[in-house]
Nanobody, 118 residues
Framework: VQLVESGGGLVQPGGSLRLSCVAS????????MSWVRQAPGKGLEWLST????????YDIDSVKGRFTISRDNAKNTLYLQMNSLKPEDTARYYC????????????WGRGTQVTVSS
């Protein structure tokens, strides 16, 4: 079982990034998936969840209208398109397989760092 995130980096405020997460070792197409993040010195923040069929099941208010979760089941890949980035979006971003009740993570990857700074 493996989740490998990529696409992070340094971006100026107002910029965009697209994160990817490639899954292996489990049936990705049957799985609810989420993006979570952890900023320095803070706890884990659950950002967005997508159902196995591609419907968005949950979005935290702070990213609504700016971040979009999506998936390609044929490629076993989860995405997070992030627009209008703010310095407070600076964090390590993780993808996770989650329960259908969207309250527990089964497992997650090592993450990718996103830094928003001028």
């Amino acid at each position: 079982v493996q989740l490998v995130e990529s696409g992070g980096g340094l971006v100026q405020p107002g910029g965009s990034l697209r994160l990817s997460c490639v899954a292996s070792g489990f049936t990705f197409s049957n799985s609810y998936m989420s993006w979570v993040r952890q900023a320095p010195g803070k706890g884990l923040e659950w950002l967005s969840t997508i159902t196995s069929g591609g419907a968005v099941a949950y979005d935290i208010d702070s990213v609504k209208g700016r971040f979009t979760i999506s998936r390609d089941n044929a490629k076993n890949t989860l995405y997070l398109q992030m627009n209008s980035l703010k310095p407070e979006d600076t964090a390590r971003y993780y993808c996770a397989r989650v329960t259908t009740t969207i309250d527990t993570m089964y497992f997650w990857g090592r993450g990718t760092q996103v830094t928003v700074s001028s």
